[in-house]
């Protein structure tokens, strides 16, 4: 059970969105919304369904990930009303609704039906969801420019939500710990899952994405999705994105370790993590993000340079000449909350020098963002940079002995305030 003061956050956030939404539909020209929670559809061929974890608006609201064949209406001046789907089922276990005070703000309805509930009297209808789901209901299905402003809704959280967000870095955090020790123990990647699923208590089909888990040359496959199940001869460094969801909020954390007597690449490591401490400072309102992941190349040339792995540029001529990306080819990060990526974070397309990056806003308070400067040795990226006229400037004898450590990110879940900015990992790692 969750701390009171959590609880009564829940309450007031339930508030928040209901006169959000209102506004929202009435902008829009609709008096209600009906929202479904989804379902997992089975996969081709077979008869086993996919794992399911619920639809970001009705998360937004519930937070509850596993109810599936669930629908939230929204009225206006009236109370939510939550149908639940708990079929007789002796297959299956039914989720039970935990006893929690924020359920006093709904019209709570359970139903053995997988139907939508009973919508007469309703005028001016929007239904929002999987199309597949939506089959023959009144209203209109996922109208574009509502859709949009409801992810707006979305943009500034609330108390509650970054008191989720804080506990699902707190947990996350355990999590990480027990992976960097099982990797210095010597756990292959296959085993350091398992130690940051047992100190995190959460089976890796619950977390909001599959963990990244890349010893040596693994950690320069970005999504790196797969595990080793016997460990290196040496373990030279680990990679390890991975986060938890708490009460539908995810957190999203990634560090770099370097294996014993690795000193060059631990060197890159702390000088990475000295840059990403710069960068989250860089967090406030009225900041162009786009601004961060700039500064974030300049900030990979100067450590370039330090290390003797690119000489005779300036870090603006390597920036300029492409040289940065192809050692930071992502972006600095993106929006966070009941989505790993969550929406409305691209209003405007990514420029053609960061086309991966997934949030082009000017932040403002109640903003969630992630911070994650990367520096990797990508076989297929810097190829081309070596057998090119800028290949001279490049220190083939150092990449070469760093090649085999893959790469490095270090990235952070902030909070932008009134003034600045939060850092909830940083939080969570003390």
């Given at each position: 059970?969750?701390?009171?003061?959590?609880?009564?956050?829940?309450?007031?956030h339930?508030?928040?969105?209901?006169?959000?939404?209102?506004?929202?539909?009435?902008?829009?020209?609709?008096?209600?919304?009906?929202?479904?929670?989804?379902?997992?559809p089975?996969?081709?061929?077979?008869?086993?369904s996919?794992?399911?974890?619920?639809?970001?608006?009705?998360?937004?609201?519930?937070?509850?990930?596993?109810?599936?064949?669930?629908?939230?209406?929204?009225?206006?001046?009236?109370?939510?009303?939550?149908?639940?789907?708990?079929?007789?089922?002796?297959?299956?276990?039914?989720?039970?609704?935990?006893?929690?005070?924020?359920?006093?703000?709904?019209?709570?309805?359970?139903?053995?039906?997988?139907?939508?509930?009973?919508?007469?009297?309703?005028?001016?209808?929007?239904?929002?969801?999987?199309?597949?789901?939506?089959?023959?209901?009144?209203?209109?299905?996922?109208?574009?420019?509502?859709?949009?402003?409801?992810?707006?809704?979305?943009?500034?959280?609330?108390?509650?939500?970054?008191?989720?967000?804080?506990?699902?870095?707190?947990?996350?955090?355990?999590?990480?710990?027990?992976?960097?020790?099982?990797?210095?123990?010597?756990?292959?990647?296959?085993?350091?899952?398992?130690?940051?699923?047992?100190?995190?208590?959460?089976?890796?089909?619950?977390?909001?994405?599959?963990?990244?888990?890349?010893?040596?040359?693994?950690?320069?496959?970005?999504?790196y999705?797969?595990?080793?199940?016997?460990?290196?001869?040496?373990?030279?460094?680990?990679?390890?994105?991975?986060?938890?969801?708490?009460?539908?909020?995810?957190?999203?954390?990634?560090?770099?370790t370097?294996?014993?007597?690795?000193?060059?690449?631990?060197?890159?490591?702390?000088?990475?993590?000295?840059?990403?401490?710069?960068?989250?400072?860089?967090v406030?309102?009225?900041?162009?993000?786009?601004?961060?992941?700039?500064?974030?190349?300049?900030?990979?040339?100067?450590?370039?340079?330090?290390?003797?792995?690119?000489?005779?540029?300036?870090?603006?001529?390597?920036?300029?000449?492409?040289?940065?990306?192809?050692?930071?080819?992502?972006?600095?990060?993106?929006?966070?909350?009941?989505?790993?990526?969550?929406?409305?974070?691209?209003?405007?397309?990514s420029?053609?020098?960061?086309?991966?990056?997934?949030?082009?806003?000017?932040?403002?308070?109640?903003?969630?963002?992630?911070?994650?400067?990367?520096?990797?040795?990508?076989?297929?990226l810097?190829?081309?940079?070596?057998?090119?006229?800028l290949?001279?400037?490049?220190?083939?004898?150092?990449?070469?002995?760093?090649?085999?450590?893959?790469?490095?990110?270090?990235?952070?879940?902030?909070?932008?305030?009134?003034?600045?900015?939060?850092?909830?990992?940083?939080?969570?790692?003390?």
């Open positions: 059970m969750p701390d009171t003061d959590l609880l009564a956050l829940q309450t007031d339930v508030g928040i969105l209901q006169s959000r939404y209102e506004q929202v539909l009435e902008d829009h020209g609709y008096d209600s919304l009906l929202i479904s929670s989804g379902a997992a089975l996969r081709f061929g077979d008869d086993q996919w794992h399911f974890q619920g639809y970001g608006p009705f998360l937004h609201w519930t937070g509850l990930t596993g109810f599936e064949h669930a629908w939230l209406l929204i009225r206006k001046g009236r109370k939510p009303l939550l149908s639940l789907h708990q079929p007789v089922d002796f297959w299956h276990a039914s989720l039970e609704l935990p006893q929690e005070p924020w359920l006093a703000e709904f019209d709570i309805r359970f139903s053995e039906s997988r139907s939508a509930p009973e919508l007469g009297g309703l005028s001016e209808l929007a239904v929002i969801g999987d199309p597949s789901l939506l089959a023959d209901l009144p209203g209109d299905e996922n109208p574009g420019a509502l859709c949009a402003a409801l992810d707006e809704t979305r943009v500034h959280k609330t108390a509650y939500e970054i008191a989720c967000l804080a506990q699902a870095n707190r947990l996350a955090m355990a999590g990480h710990r027990s992976a960097r020790d099982a990797f210095l123990a010597g756990a292959s990647e296959f085993e350091i899952n398992l130690a940051f699923q047992r100190a995190t208590q959460q089976r890796e089909a619950d977390a909001p994405y599959h963990s990244i888990i890349g010893v040596n040359e693994h950690a320069g496959t970005l999504h999705q797969y595990y080793d199940t016997a460990a290196p001869a040496k373990s030279r460094s680990l990679l390890i994105d991975a986060g938890v969801r708490y009460r539908g909020y995810c957190s999203d954390i990634t560090r770099t370097a294996g014993v007597g690795e000193g060059r690449f631990a060197a890159l490591v702390q000088g990475l993590e000295q840059l990403q401490f710069r960068l989250c400072k860089m406030a309102p009225g900041v162009d993000y786009l601004d961060i992941h700039r500064k974030t190349h300049l900030g990979i040339a100067a450590l370039l340079g330090a290390a003797g792995l690119v000489s005779d540029l300036s870090d603006k001529e390597m920036v300029a000449e492409g040289v940065t990306r192809a050692f930071f080819p992502h972006g600095i990060g993106h929006f966070l909350g009941v989505q790993v990526h969550d929406v409305a974070g691209k209003p405007v397309p420029p053609a020098d960061a086309p991966f990056l997934r949030l082009m806003r000017t932040l403002e308070p109640g903003m969630v963002v992630t911070i994650e400067p990367g520096l990797y040795f990508i076989p297929s810097l190829e081309p940079l070596l057998s090119g006229p290949g001279r400037h490049i220190n083939q004898a150092l990449l070469d002995e760093l090649q085999g450590c893959g790469g490095i990110r270090i990235e952070d879940n902030v909070v932008v305030t009134d003034s600045g900015y939060r850092n909830l990992t940083r939080e969570a790692e003390a």
